[in-house]
């Protein structure tokens, strides 16, 4: 489980964030303990979870590859150490730039997602001289069990090519001379927990093999994606997420071909559990039907409780008072839908004590926003503090 140093943060300004680095090493160990039982699996990391930089640094020397989804995040890629050669770049509407940035630095591939797309790719990758490695987003029409605004992977969804679209596609790359097609790339969604999901994919993905096969179409890569999920509810008793049952499931149900290779891009099971916001009381507020615990940290520096109505626990780090309370649990900015928890039990609170909000290390600080004139909110390591 993440430690929390609290004696160290009395000096901090606070809200800012917390990641407790031993606990992502922890996490990558065993992320590289059970892909390396599949010798043709390869682990990106989902740059847009958290793109921290000592946080990335820590992630590249593990050896995984990274997963980008603007021309900036390949470059932060590239500066914290991922090699170009490990980078893949998604995006539903990259622009000219952008892909320059991905084509002159000769990244990995491109998971391109649409046709319009893929002809830019190719006056571009002209333009230089170069022959750039292409995989296709499909968008495989399968449900995953998540919220519905981080689904992404149904024919509603503005992610990828239609499957009905997919052999056009490639019969396209092939007439394209700064292309090559290399495979096919997929996401379902985020914070998934039900493994029958990535079953779903897997089987998925073996029909559309059988169906490009008999056309003498070969795919070299394929990419799941990322979505596995993390406890939220208890963070302390599942600090790492299940890495084993999760390849288990593409194991047992993805049928590879000879010399294919299998790519992951996993965000939130990475860094989610290993960083906590951290905030201070600035008063409870006697409401008439409820007491308020009003809070420095605000909903532009965690959007996911407003945006996605998710629960993270919170936890009084000032306070082992036996006697609990029931709080709102809110911060200061003027929207109503600035609130962490409704009716939350916790440790009863004064003004002054020190707040944790868990398991905010995935789309935590990278969503963080200035509104109200805020300042971003900072993200402290283990080391930093020392
Ligand atoms: N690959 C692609 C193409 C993606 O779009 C995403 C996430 C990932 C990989 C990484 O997925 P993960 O392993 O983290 O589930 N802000 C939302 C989550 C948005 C996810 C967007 N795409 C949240 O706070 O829940």
Known sequence: ???????????????????????????????????SQHPDYN???????????????????YGLGADC????????????????????YAGVAKTDREILIGIDHDIYCFNCESIEELQIIQELAAGRSKKVRVALRINPDVKAHTHANITTGLAENKFGIPMSEME??????????????????????????DVTDFKALAERINQLQE????????????????????????PEANAIPGFKEYFAAFSENLNLRESQQVHFELG??????????????????KGTSKDFCI????????????????????????SSAETKHTYDIVGPI???????????????????DLIAIMSAGAYGEVMASQYNCRNLPKGYTTEDLI
């Open 168 to 193: 056009n596609a490639i019969a396209l790359t092939q007439q394209m001379p700064n292309i090559e097609f290399i495979g096919l790339h997929f996401h379902i969604g985020s914070q998934i927990l």
């Open 69 to 88: 989804v603007s021309g900036n995040e390949v470059l932060a890629a590239l500066e914290s150490g991922f090699p170009a050669s490990k980078i893949v």
């Open 295 to 318: 809070i420095d940290a605000g909903m532009t520096d965690l959007i996911r409780p407003a945006l996605y109505g998710a629960l993270h626990k919170i936890k009084n780090l000032s």
């Open 334 to 352: 003027c929207e109503s839908s600035d609130v962490f928890a409704k009716s939350y039990e916790m440790a009863e609170t004064k003004r002054g």
């Open 43 to 61: 682990v990106h990391y989902a740059v847009k979870a958290n793109a921290n930089p000592k946080i990335l640094e820590i992630i590249s020397s």
């Open 268 to 285: 939130r099971s990475v860094v989610g559990q290993m960083g906590a916001l951290i905030a201070r009381t600035i008063f409870i507020k």
């Open 211 to 234: 169906q490009l096969e008999p056309k003498g179409i070969t795919i070299k890569d394929i990419n799941v994606g990322g979505g596995l999920g993390i406890d939220y509810t208890n």
């Open 1 to 35: 489980m993440i430690s929390l140093p609290t004696e160290k943060f009395s000096n901090i300004d606070t809200p800012f964030y917390y990641y407790d680095t031993e606990l992502l090493r922890r996490t990558l160990e065993a992320i590289v303990k059970e892909a």
